[in-house]
């Protein structure tokens, strides 16, 4: 007997074609959901749990539908119930692209190229009809370092100085994302599923915005979760750029969003342990810091680097950020 399934499961697995399933609790992320593989006659069905009002179905569904329309790969969805934060769908089984590559580590340079195809193909669409990824969005995610890291840490920082720094190396970028692109945000070796047809499922996309084409490539070649070379990183985004386009402007991009997204997720990771006691995040934070230390070299960023220089002591960056806890 499974305890603390969600409320009104019953009904909704009634309603739905699937009473009577087997239900197995699946390991959690770091937000409030939570999910469950069904099978029920030989198929199989995942359930996602997102309990309002902590969350909130609707932009999974309405991005998904999006993504489907256009050819991409996300889970059909076969029932949901958002008063109660239900959403039955395709289970896209268990083989993660990171779990995979763990396995079979051989296959790191084909997996990449797969993900990042299907980058090149949803960068090649008209941006999705979601909210921008504008300033406000970039600053409000980087001060979640001064605001978790900073004090987690014991260290006093300016935080109007950094908001400035922000402003600073990222205004030159932002004439670059227009119209822009869909950004999916969470686009690492995690959130890809290897499927039995060869292709490759996403999951964990509701929080997409319209950016900058660079953001999806940082999230996926500076790896919070995993290792990715150097020389992987950098074939990979000679890739992208074969495919899609680089140059010098796209490679001082690619540090501007990779510095905002590691500083953001150090300040994230800072907080998963301070305020959800998830101490299992800060494991993470020396190889966040690693990359987020090689994008603060690239001149794009000298007056964030300046920043770190001035409030962030060297014996925190020696220990990339490590140590916390």
């Known amino acids: 007997m499974i305890t603390g399934l969600p409320d009104g499961i019953d009904t909704f697995l009634d309603a739905s074609g699937w009473a009577g399933s087997v239900i197995e609790p699946l390991p959690g992320d770091a937000s409030f959901r939570r999910y469950f593989r069904l099978r029920r006659n030989g198929a199989s069905a995942m359930l996602m749990d997102a309990p309002p009002p902590q969350e909130d179905t609707g932009p999974f ?35 993660r692209m990171r779990d995979h590559l763990d396995l079979v580590p051989g296959d790191e340079a084909g997996a990449y190229r797969a993900a990042i195809d299907a980058l090149v193909s949803l960068h090649a669409l008209p941006p999705g009809p979601f909210e921008l990824y504008d300033m406000a969005v970039y600053q409000r995610e980087a001060a979640l370092f001064c605001e978790w890291f900073c004090p987690a840490a014991g260290i006093s920082v300016d935080a109007a100085s ?58 996926l070649l500076q790896d919070a979760r995993r290792d990715v070379p150097p020389a992987l990183e950098r074939a990979m985004l000679d890739y992208y750029a074969a495919a899609a386009g680089g140059g010098e402007e796209f490679e001082a991009d690619y540090a501007r969003l990779g510095a905002q997204r590691n500083a953001k997720i150090v300040g994230i990771f800072a907080r998963l342990w301070k305020r959800d006691g998830k101490p299992r995040y800060l494991a993470m934070i020396p190889r966040v810091w690693e990359a987020l230390e090689r994008d603060l070299a690239h001149p794009a960023l000298a007056p964030v680097a300046a920043w770190f220089d001035a409030n962030v002591p060297a014996g925190i960056r020696a220990r990339r950020g490590g140590g916390l806890g």
């Open 162 to 219: 950094y908001a400035a720094a922000w402003d600073a190396a990222l205004a030159p970028m932002l004439p670059r994302q227009q119209p822009g692109v869909t950004v999916l945000r969470d686009y690492h070796a995690e959130n890809i599923m290897l499927l039995a047809d060869g292709g490759q499922g996403l999951i964990d996309f509701q929080d997409a915005l319209v950016g900058h084409r660079a953001y999806d490539l940082v999230s």
């Open 61 to 95: 569904l309405h991005v998904g539908q999006w993504l489907r329309a256009h050819h991409l790969r996300a889970p059909q969805i076969y029932a949901q119930d958002s008063g109660r934060g239900l959403v039955l769908m395709e289970d896209f089984g268990d083989a």
